[in-house]
Structure formats: C-alpha cells, structure tokens
C-alpha cells in the first residue's frame, strides 16, 4: 500500500509514531492527512520546499553555534519537513504528567533549601544532594520569590517501545530550544497550509507573552510595570539567536553582564538616558558565571554584586539560583519517590529506571553489564561524555571502567531504550529515525505549557543521540485539537 | 535605550558606509588605471591608499591584486569583507532594534562574501559585484528609512553613517593633495565620480573642472548628501534631537565640537582653505571628527566613574577592537 515519497519504508522492529506494526504496514489515523500530502509530493516539489525551509532559516539567521569547531561557527539547525503528530488523548496525559513533575520539583527544591525533610526521613541519602556540584549552600534558608525555583522548565521525554512516554531527563537551569519551536511552526505553516489548517493544530504562538507573564510575577516592585531583561553571554553563545529571539518577542532588553551594574544591593542597566533599575533577571548564564564576586572570580559574564542585590530581595532571578540540583541525573532517579513524598500522587510519567554507580549494588551491575547499558555523567548536558554500551570498544568500556571506580558518584546507567521512530526525509529517502520530545513548562502564577514541544531526531541511521550539537535535528510538533 | 545597543547601532552604520566608500572608491579607480601603464599601477594606486591610510599594510604585501585586497584582505581590518562581518557581529547583538528585512538584507551580503562567491563575481564579473555591494548599502540605508522608527536607536545609527561619510569625502579629497603631479582632469573626475558627485557637481559649474571647484563642491556644498558640510549638519541635529537642547548651544563636548566644526564649514570660504592649505584643513576637520566620535561614546555608554577608570571599562576595551 506504500507508494510514492514512502514506498521504500520500513518500521522494521520499532514503535513508529505513524505506522502501526503489525503484518500489514496500517497508518495511524491521526497521521492519514501529513501522509497523504507528503506522499503525493514529487521529489522536486519536495526538494523546493527543503531548499525553501533552508534558506528561510539561514535569511533569518536561526543558527546555532558548536564547540570545537573551527570551520565557520554558525549552522543552520538542521529541519525535517515530516511533522510529528500528537493526538490530543495522549497530549492530555503527557501535560498532567509535567505538571506534577515540575511542582514535586520546586516542592523538592524549596525543601532542600529549608528544612530538609525528605532527606531527614531518609528518603534522599543526604550525601547525594550535598556532592552534587549545583547543591548551593548559599541559598539555604533564602525565601525565593514566589516560592517558585524553576520557572522554565524543559524536560525532555522519550517513547519506549511499546509507546509508553518516558521522562529522560529534567532541565531546570536553561533549558534552550524554544526558538526552533516556534520557528518551525512558522515553516510549516508556509509549506504546507491547507494540511495544517485542516488538521486543527493547536497554536504554539503564545509561548512568549506566557513567559513574560510568568516574568513579570516574580517582580520585587508589584506596584509599577516590572523591568525585566533578558541576560546573555553574548553573541558567541550557541543560543545566541534564541537569546535575541525571545527578547524581541517579548519586547525586553537583552543585556549582558557589561550592561548591568549592580549598585546599594539594586541592580541597574546602563541606558543612554542614565541607569534604570531592572525587577527581574531572565538569565540564560549558569549559577557559576552571574556574579564573579560570589560565584567565579575569572568570569567576565557576569554582574559584580548581583547575588547580594537577589538575596536582599531586590532582583528576582528566573530560574532561581540552585535549581541545577534538579538536573542531576542522580536526583532524576528520586523524581517518583518526590511526587510519593511531597504530592502524595503515584507518577504519571514513568522514569527511566536508573543505576547509582554511588550505591555498591548498583555500580557492580553496572561495571558487570558496561555492554548492555548506556553510562552518563550525572552532570554534563548536550549528549556529551556518554558511553552507549552497544555500540563501544573494548577500550572504551575500560576506560569508562576505570572512571567509573574513580568517581563513582558522577555516574548514572540506564538500559538502552530504543526511542521511537518517525518517518524523517533522509539522502536515501524516507527513513525511520529516532526522535524524542523537549516540551517547555512555565511555572508562574499559574503552570503552562504551550502544546507539544520541541521534536529533535536523530537524523544519523541508528543513532540514538537526538542532541544538536550530536548531528540531530528537528520537527514541528502538532498536537491536535480533537 | 541600553548604551551598548547605542554602540553597536551606530558601529553597524559607520562599518556599512565604509564599505560602500571603499567599493565606489575602488571602482572608479579601477577603471581610471586602465588608462595608465602597468608599470606605473602603483603609482597610481598610491594617493589611494595613503588616504585610506592602507599603503603600510598593502605595501607589506607583494603580489597582490589591490582589488583583491581592499575587498577580501582579512588583514586589512578595513577591507570591505572585514566591514561587512563587524557590521553584522554589531547588527547580531541588536536584532531586536532593526526590521527583518534590514537584517535579511545584511545577512545576505555578509553570507555572499563568507562563501567566496563574491570573490568570484569579483573576478569574473566586477561590474556586477561593485552594483550589488552599492545596492546593498543603499537598500539597506533605504529600509532603515521606511522600516523602522525613527526613535533614538535610529539617530545612533545617522550618528555613525554621517560621521563616517563625512570621514570617507574627506578622504577621497585629501587623495589630490597626495598626487604627485597636479591634478589632472582624470583625477578630479575620479574623486567625484568616487562621492557619486560628477552630475551634480557639473550642474552648478557648468564644467568648470577645477580644484579649487571640486574641493568648494565636497566641502562646502549647503544641499549635496555626501558634501562635508551636509554630513556635519546631520550630526549636528541628530546629536541634538538626542539631548534635546536648541542647535547653537551644546549640553556635551559631541555638541561643542561638531558646532564649532559646524561654523567652521558654515562661514570659512574655500579661498582661505586653499591658502590655508587643503591637506591641513582637511586634517583638521578628521581630527576633530574623531574627537566627535570619541566624545559621543563618553557621553552616551560610558559612565561618569568611568571616564575616571578607563581601563577597567569592558566597553573601551570593545571599543578599541571596532577602531
């Protein structure tokens, strides 16, 4: 029944998300439109509109830059014309699920920066948090504003094979990549409008004025129009363009640390008109760099004194100092005991289930089965420093043996999951290609999240690292109305 | 608006207007030296680059094409590649002040010489390359006209065109005080034809191709847009619709020297600058135009405490990368 752009597809033995696996190769219902449009596309009208998606994206500049690289530091994200479709069933579940998840979180957060209960009744072993290296003594007993630690949220989800959505891993610092989102959505809908408007997608185009809502909550001056900024490393930042991106969108200024000055325990920006006096700081910096006085002493990113105007209560932060802690994938493995302890709920969203190279038990399973597991560092983000077990040396697995025993707590393993796969537009054709989920939570006054997220695919065969700086790209996400 | 976005605003303009000097410049020249012996092509060039104050770096260099290196040098911090990649790295980090097609406009450019296709239009087909490189600057001059309000980010960047416009004339005069010989007729054609002033020019002296004429014309010129005196006015008012204080009288020392060079222009006549010494006028004027410059980024980004502290500032140690 595959004819046309699909006729050499194959789902092999993956979860597709548009095909259902069983002897006869059946699309999915809510998939039937984006296929019969894309099928019916001859190649050079396929080939116009990647070159079209292309070229739009490198006109507007919508790059990201990668390390270590010295040809030429800008590239173009790459993007995959074939969107991926969530019906509103499976959307309405996900969406609960992320709301509970990033409540347990702050909930977590709050405590472990104040009484520290969970870790007194023994359900987090205290050590695990105090090693971690984003835990901040500074901030314990600091009232945040609002309450409220990680305001942006991405967490990123996977389907396993049988479909079910997995939480993977929980970003509570920076989370980057809702510029693509609403970039892509922007591309789709040139290229293929009718198919769009017929499917009744569900809009994505709020997601600004939502985060500069949950913005201006924060702000220590309730009784006049906040000033909030946008702080950025500047434009040798791999999200630089996201960086400005949102600012413009959001109508805010994007400074960096040389545009700020923090003076009396209250933070300025140095405008042509004098110094104006700036609320709430959406800082796109890690803890380490926003003030060199009390973080960092090299770092020229940052703002001199801006930490003690935020613990006087003068300047709010978003995300709160501290939140990295959330990131640690040892903490990720406590997610569903957090929901347990704080919410009283059973998870929605399943978690990976996760080896402590802390704990002995689990490190000499993990140094057993090296072959059969993917080993992360607890601490790193963009797909760097892992070990994918089937897919290495000898060497490799030694040499991961060895920092393993030396570091023990630095390291995490989980079994390979193979993530779903989706039908991606590759050299040879169609192809499956793996795929994960980065939705975009905002926690304000109240929790919103703008419907489905970021898609990223892996687009090397086989490969299961979706990160862009690992060869990965995107799609638009489209969840359904009905 | 943040000091810095002023800053890099105004370094946007001022590197777009050199580029498009440098390219009219270029072209021009490069069809007058067709008119002379190969063997005396450096000659030629020379009054060129020592306005431009190139001639050390290029003269450093042997065997190279001078087109080749005033547009693709990368180590002629001038050259119009260099100008139009610092001009984009100023316009990436104010992308929220310019419309999209502004920063379209500039991508593309920026992208036509980081391919080497520009490199290779230049060599096969320079007419063509010299008209999109003008096109360019002028539809970007253009859209920032039509696209964008007209707001105090806008008046940094007239600060920066005008400034350097009135810097690049400047230059493209001084080149007859650097001739060897007198002026010939070939070479007062090329430095109007350099300001696109050869129509103009002749409309008011019906042909008289003299100097003394040519000289009066881009210093002294009341409605001409790349005369000196029309660029100074510019500043002038856009300095002053930026603090808001009357023309003729001055709130910073930006507004004090570029009313002093205001009068300067406004009531000397080019009698007394051609007793006076063209070249030393022409000095003059450049280096109280520097000290505008100067003055509007002490008066605008840098602090009080700073000014005291000059080292320690981030943006003089920027600054002094852009110069």
């Known amino acids: 029944m595959n004819s046309g752009q699909f006729s050499n597809y194959q789902t092999n033995s993956f979860f597709d998300e548009m095909f259902y696996f069983d002897e006869k190769t059946r699309i999915k219902p809510h998939y039937e439109k984006v296929y019969k449009r894309l099928n019916g596309l001859s190649a050079d009208e396929l080939d116009a509109k990647r070159s079209q998606a292309v070229s739009s994206f490198l006109e507007h500049g919508v790059t990201f830059t990668v390390y270590d690289d010295s040809d030429g530091i800008e590239r173009v994200f790459p993007f995959d014309l074939i969107p991926r479709v969530i019906p509103k069933a499976e959307w309405v579940v996900v969406e609960q699920g992320l709301k509970q998840r990033i409540l347990a979180l702050n909930l977590f957060l709050h405590d472990i920066y104040h009484q520290a209960r969970i870790l ?32 942006i949220c991405g967490s990123d989800l996977i389907r396993n094979e049988e479909g079910t959505y997995m939480v993977l891993e929980d970003n509570g610092r920076c989370p980057s990549g809702v510029s693509y989102l609403l970039e892509n959505r922007a591309i789709m809908k040139r290229a293929f409008p009718k198919t769009y408007q017929s499917m009744e997608v569900r809009s994505v185009e709020a997601y600004p004025e939502l985060l500069l809502r949950t913005l201006e909550h924060l702000s220590p001056r309730q009784s006049q129009k906040p000033v909030c900024v946008l702080l950025s490393p500047g434009v040798y930042n791999s999200a630089y363009f996201e960086h400005t991106f949102l600012a413009r969108q959001m109508g805010i200024e994007i400074v960096e640390g040389r545009d700020l000055i923090a003076i009396d325990n209250y933070v300025f920006m140095r405008t042509t008109l004098g110094l ?3 609320d709430v700081i959406y800082r796109r910096l890690d803890d380490d760099y926003i003030d060199p006085l009390f973080f960092k002493n090299d770092s020229i990113l940052g703002v001199p004194g801006l930490m003690e105007a935020y613990l006087k209560g003068n300047v709010s932060l978003a995300n709160a100092v501290g939140t990295g802690l959330a990131d640690d994938k040892v903490t990720y493995a406590f997610v569903p005991e957090m929901i347990k302890f704080y919410l009283g709920q059973d998870p929605i969203l399943e978690s990976v289930p996760t080896y402590l190279c802390w704990r002995e038990k689990d490190r000499n399973y993990v140094l057993e089965n090296l072959d059969k597991l993917v080993v992360k560092p607890a601490n790193e983000s963009g797909g760097y420093g892992m ?8 060497q490799e697995r030694n040499d991961f043996k060895s920092r393993i025993k030396q570091n023990p707590r630095e390291y995490i393993a989980q079994p390979i999951i193979s993530l779903s796969r989706h039908p991606t537009f590759c050299d040879e054709g169609v192809m499956g290609r793996h795929i994960d989920l980065r939705p975009f939570i905002l926690y304000g006054e109240d929790i919103e999240i703008v419907p489905g997220g970021l898609t990223r695919v892996a687009l090397k065969k086989d490969s299961l690292v979706v990160n862009s700086s690992q060869g990965g790209g995107s799609k638009d996400t489209w969840v359904l109305k009905n | 608006m943040l000091s810095r976005v002023a800053d890099n605003l105004y370094w946007m303009s001022r590197f777009i207007e050199r580029a498009e000097s440098i390219t009219r410049m270029v072209e021009v020249n490069q069809s007058s030296s067709l008119e002379c012996m190969e063997d005396s092509l450096s000659e030629f060039w020379d ?16 065997k190279i094409d001078i087109g080749q290196f005033l547009f693709f040098g990368s180590d002629f911090p001038n050259s119009v590649k260099n100008c139009f990649l610092y001009a984009r790295e100023n316009a990436r980090m104010v992308r929220d002040q310019l419309s999209v097609e502004m920063w379209v406009e500039l991508n593309n450019i920026y992208l036509f010489f980081q391919s080497g296709q520009a490199e290779a239009t230049f060599l096969q087909n320079p007419q063509e390359f010299f008209q999109k490189v003008i096109r360019f600057s002028l539809v970007f ?13 806008w ?35 090329a430095v109007l034809r350099s300001c696109v002033a050869q129509t103009a020019f002749r409309r008011q002296y019906k042909g008289e191709l003299s100097m003394t004429n040519v000289a009066d014309y881009l210093l002294f010129s009341r409605d001409f847009p790349r005369s000196i005196r029309f660029s100074i006015r510019c500043i002038d008012e856009n300095l002053h619709s930026l603090s808001g204080v009357p023309s003729g009288n001055f709130s910073n020392e930006a507004e004090r020297l570029i009313g002093s060079s205001l009068a300067m222009v406004n009531f000397t006549d080019i009698k007394i600058v051609m007793s006076n ?13 520097i000290n505008v410059g100067q003055c509007i980024f002490e008066t605008y980004v840098l602090l009080p405490f700073e000014l005291q502290s000059a080292e320690k500032s981030t943006f003089i140690q920027a600054q002094s990368q852009q110069q």
């Open chain 2, 141 to 153: 001059q253009g859209l920032s006209g039509a696209t964008i309000p007209h707001d105090e980010g």
């Open chain 1, 276 to 278: 104006v006096q700036v």
């Open chain 2, 155 to 189: 008046r940094f960047m007239a600060l920066g065109t005008y400034l350097e416009r009135a810097d690049q004339t400047s230059r493209m005069l001084d080149t007859l005080t650097f001739q060897k010989h007198e002026p010939t007729r070939l070479d007062l054609l």
């Open chain 1, 120 to 151: 007194k009744e023994g359900i987090i072993p205290r050590e695990i948090v105090e090693t971690c290296p984003y835990y901040r003594n500074e901030i314990i007993g600091f009232d945040v504003p609002q309450d409220i630690y990680i305001h």
């Open chain 1, 387 to 394: 070990l994918i077990g089937t897919a290495s040396t000898k």
């Open chain 2, 277 to 289: 010494g063209l070249h030393q006028t022409i000095d003059d004027l450049q280096r109280k135009l």
């Open chain 2, 47 to 62: 009054p060129v680059l020592k306005a431009i104050c190139a001639s050390e770096i290029f003269n450093e260099r042997t």
